[in-house]
């Protein structure tokens, strides 16, 4: 999951669904606001998914992502983050 997180293009994926209106984007969408390629976002989106962060929902032609809340909250719980002792 970490590895997933471990690159800035992932981090501004991640962000810019949250950002959205409706809190998920197709990767039309991302392609347009990231300036990425549609393979390059393809293979970043797989990651993401398979670390459980995106999930993704067909909609017609379009696939679209949104963040997986479970496992965020996962991701900031006190076992997870660093404390300061």
């Known amino acids: 999951m970490f590895s997933a997180l471990a690159d800035k293009n992932r981090l501004k994926i991640i962000s810019e669904i949250n950002k959205s209106s409706e809190k ?5 969408d991302l392609e347009e606001i990231l300036d990425l390629k549609q393979s390059k976002l393809s293979y970043h989106l797989k990651q993401l998914v398979n670390a459980n962060i995106l999930s993704v929902q067909k909609q ?4 679209y992502y ?3 809340e479970k496992q965020i909250q996962l991701l900031l719980t006190e ?3 660093c404390r300061i002792l």
């Open 66 to 68: 949104s963040l997986n």
């Open 79 to 81: 076992d997870t983050c």
């Open 60 to 63: 017609g032609t379009w696939n």
């Open 24 to 28: 998920k984007l197709c990767v039309c």
